[in-house]
């Protein structure tokens, strides 16, 4: 469901950024979504909508997405 993080710790490692967040494609998915029973939407406005409100500045990480969501997502394995 996720791309591979190398490039992500590589950035990391070579650069003066400090995290990496989740961006997803529908096409896959993680137990606990389909348990949630996420579809496209869900998966969108939980996952990728608060990583692009962070990239593009509009919102820190700690105040994009649901509660705990930079805890959660933030460099996450």
């Given at each position: ?22 961006v ?41 997405g ?12």
């Amino acid at each position: 469901m996720f791309e591979s993080r190398r490039p992500a710790r590589q950035l990391i490692e070579e650069t003066q950024a400090e995290a990496y967040f989740p961006v997803t494609p529908y096409a896959g998915v993680r137990e606990g979504w389909v348990e949630q029973n996420w579809g496209y939407a869900e998966i969108a406005y939980n996952i990728n909508m608060p990583t692009f409100e962070v990239v593009l500045g509009n919102k820190s990480p700690a105040e994009a997405g649901p509660d705990g969501w930079a805890d959660q997502w933030r460099n996450f394995e």
